[in-house]
């Protein structure tokens, strides 16, 4: 499975566009970008996934480089309850690892 | 109705004691997942179960005895367990398994302690 980086922590003003980054170069072709995200003593709530192509739901964009090796999500106007740890995983079927995820803190 | 449960909500146990936890989902999913998560650590997956057969077993201990009687139920039972197995367990489930795509719908977990 591929293993995926990202920043421990970002900090982002409410109001304002959170964009997480992750780096997940031994990507392969047939592999998803998912994002998840896990607010305190919650179980993680799925967000977005892509292949190749930018993905737009009600919750979140995701942007995929082109060479597939980095992607970033974007909370397009972050609110206080977007204060969560936010998981990149790259998988291919049903083997999730989670990766140590970025801890975002969204400040008033 | 896209809401996985889990029962109980908190357990308390002795090393000695034999107990289980449950996990529930209607959504029609044939693929659920055991994970595991300790303190400020991200969930590590345990089984996976897939059209009610065990797909993954991550070399989980023999004292943690996961069970699928049916698509909708999942069950792991617990026995002789460590005070280190103390953490959240987290059920999950999704449409099918072993697809390369793959939403997971993840349950607010049990959490365990074990004295």
Sequence with gaps: DAKTTQPPSMDCAEGRAANLPCNHSTISGNEYVYWYRQIHSQGPQYIIHGLKNNETNEMASLIITEDRKSSTLILPHATLRDTAVYYCIVTRGFKTIFGAGTRLFVKA | ?115
């Design chain 2, 1 to 115: 109705d896209t809401e996985v449960t889990q029962t109980p909500k908190h357990l308390v146990m002795g090393m000695t004691n034999k107990k289980s936890l449950k996990c529930e989902q209607h959504m029609g999913h044939r693929a659920m997942y055991w994970y595991k998560q300790k303190a400020k650590k991200p969930p590590e997956l345990m089984f996976v179960y897939s059209y009610e057969k065990l797909s993954i077993n991550e070399s989980v201990p023999s004292r943690f005895s996961p069970e699928c009687p049916n698509s909708s139920l999942l069950n792991l039972h617990l026995h002789a367990l460590q005070p280190e197995d103390s953490a959240l367990y987290l059920c999950a489930s999704s449409q099918v398994a072993g697809r390369t795509y793959n939403e997971q719908f993840f349950g607010p977990g049990t959490r365990l302690t074990v004295l």
